[in-house]
């Protein structure tokens, strides 16, 4: 009898349809999609306030009868989770496209923090063991996060919260849902709620590759530049001799050395440079004047800038640039007259940072 | 060692130590691996700075060395432009390597309007650090850089060499103006650069 049960059971878990959403949006009165701005008055993401106009959730599916539907913070599975609304829609009727909408009625006391907005369809009023759905539309802000990987947990805290106007939000409430992730599937690997500046530690359930951390479904503040094979290899710039003025590198030429910005950044850079110390000789003699200069479209063809031992904040290499931006670099030396011959180096480092900041 | 703490100590722990040791380990696996905050890249870059080297001559020395009007027969005869100091190579200060100077001439001393030749076997050549003037016997001059006998030796930038030259006049040596052309050449300490 027992095994017969058994079998029922997963022969009902086999043929049951799986269950997706074909539609879930936030959507204005007239029905476009909303994001929503941080409403200083009622200090959240509320709608219906001064800052946002009131938000619908349109939600298409053919089995969302009988289910409840609510919008909340989540990384993408339900065992971590904050309901942002008020209170769960009841779906009682769904129209011919198999859609409803319904007001959002977003709560001021729970939508304190950025997010991308998320829904949790469930058979449970308090959302429980609920299927969760991302929409595109997002409470805007972002989150700057550190974070530590031994091997086999992360743990993260989340730094800085910051609303669409830059500011940061100082409300402090368990509301930040922090989700790790599989960079390849996106596959929650673990999740966990916590406050601002409260460290959480989340498992990489035995798995070793790239990993990604969501807050509240949010990418955190990612930058990543690379350099061009070329410029990667070293810059180089030859025999020279003293006295000679202001002669190109070999290799950074005919847009050879370039500074990308990855594609996966998510908000746009500074790009600042320094040396770890002037060319030196062996002897410990140095030549200071090497110089730069970068274009956003041309091979630059004039040194502008001497190298600096500090990141340099004054001259960047480049500014508020995109996600994808190519930065193209060039670099000059003068020997002096009385340079020892022989070999001179240094390392040149090229930092990205947020644009406007000053965290290199 | 810690038996010895323990007598010494009777408030010591060893749990509290071996806590303290294992806290300070987690403490450095948890030191933030990555600020995703910023990103950095490094790259290297190089130059190699050449040799330079420049030497000049006391204007005497630029001008010409004479040895005036000479007797055949006679020898050992100082150049009269050469005296007193006058006859100088001097390593420029910004040269940037210790410098070899050599010495070698175009031809042997030749009879202006003729073909006749005073040997380089009279004609020699002596240098000092310029603290004294050069004396005999001097180095036969070569009509190749003469990499044996040196005009100076691994002279630092600033350093000069003071120069002199003697002649010698066969007999029966035809009588006229006879010249031609010295070349110094300053090159990097051990090497046989100028050719």
């Given at each position: ?258 500074i990308t910005v ?7 850079v ?26 956003l ?21 480049a500014?508020?640039v995109s996600p994808g931006t190519d930065v ?33 | ?195």
């Amino acid at each position: 009898m027992k095994k017969a049960i058994i079998v029922l059971a997963l022969f009902l878990i086999l043929i049951y349809p799986a269950f997706a959403l074909t539609e879930f949006k936030l959507i204005n009165s007239t029905g476009q999609a909303m994001n929503l701005s941080y409403d200083l008055n009622s200090t959240s993401y509320k709608d219906n306030s001064i800052t946002n106009p009131r938000a619908w959730v349109k939600v298409c599916g053919s089995d969302l009868l009988n289910k409840w539907v609510g919008l909340v913070y989540s990384g993408g599975n339900n065992s971590a989770f904050k309901i942002v609304s008020n209170l769960a829609k009841f779906i009682t009727s769904l129209d011919a496209s198999n859609c409803i909408t319904f007001p959002a009625d977003i709560s001021s006391f729970r939508a304190l923090y950025p997010s991308r907005i998320a829904c949790s369809v469930s058979s449970s009023p308090d959302l429980s063991n609920g299927n969760i759905y991302f929409s595109d539309e997002y409470m805007i802000g972002k989150y700057r996060v550190q974070q530590t990987d031994n091997g086999t947990h992360v743990e993260v805290r989340v730094k800085n919260i910051i609303d669409d106007q830059g500011n940061e939000i100082t409300v402090n409430q368990s509301f930040l849902v922090v989700t790790l992730i599989r960079k390849d599937t996106k596959e929650v690997l673990d999740s966990a709620v916590t406050y601002k500046n409260v460290s959480v530690t989340l498992s990489r359930s035995g798995y070793n590759g790239d990993v990604e951390i969501l807050i509240n479904g949010m990418k955190p503040v990612y930058i990543a530049i690379s350099l061009s094979p070329t410029l990667a290899s070293g810059i180089t710039y030859g025999t020279l001799d003293p006295g000679d003025v202001n002669v190109s590198s070999q290799n950074c030429i005919n847009k050879a050395c370039n500074i990308t910005v990855s594609q996966d950044t998510n908000v746009n850079v500074d790009i600042v440079m320094k040396v770890n110390a002037y060319l030196t000789h062996q002897s410990g003699s140095t030549i200071e004047t090497q110089y730069w200069n970068s274009s956003l479209t041309q091979q630059p063809t004039l040194p502008a800038y001497q190298v600096s031992l500090t990141y340099d904040y004054t001259h960047k290499v480049a500014e508020n640039v995109s996600p994808g931006t190519d930065v193209i670099f060039g670099t000059w030396v003068s020997i002096p007259t009385d340079a020892a011959t022989g070999l001179y180096n240094n390392t040149i480092y090229f930092c990205a940072q947020e644009a406007g900041l000053n965290e290199c | 060692m810690l038996k010895y703490l323990k007598y010494k100590n009777k408030n010591f722990d060893m749990k509290k130590l071996l806590g303290l040791i294992v806290s300070l380990f987690a403490w450095i696996l948890l030191v933030p691996i990555c600020l995703p905050q910023t990103s950095i890249q490094t790259t290297t870059s190089n130059v190699t700075v050449s040799a330079y080297i420049s030497i000049s001559l006391s204007t005497p020395l630029a001008s010409g060395v004479q040895f005036g009007q000479l007797n055949p027969g006679t020898s050992d005869n100082p150049s009269t432009t050469c005296q007193n100091y006058a006859c100088n190579i001097t390593v420029s200060s910004d040269t940037n390597v210790n410098v070899d100077i050599v010495l070698k001439a175009n031809a042997p001393l030749t009879r202006q309007g003729g073909t006749e030749t005073i040997p380089n076997s009279g004609y020699t050549w002596n240098s000092t650090d310029g603290t004294t003037m050069p004396s005999l016997p001097g180095y036969e001059l070569s009509t190749s850089y003469d990499y044996t006998n040196k005009v100076g030796s691994n002279l630092a930038p600033g350093e000069l060499r003071t120069w002199q030259a003697w002649l010698d006049i066969p007999s029966g040596q035809i009588a006229g103006n006879y010249n031609n052309t010295l070349y110094f050449c300053g090159q990097q300490t051990g090497t046989t650069d100028c050719g």
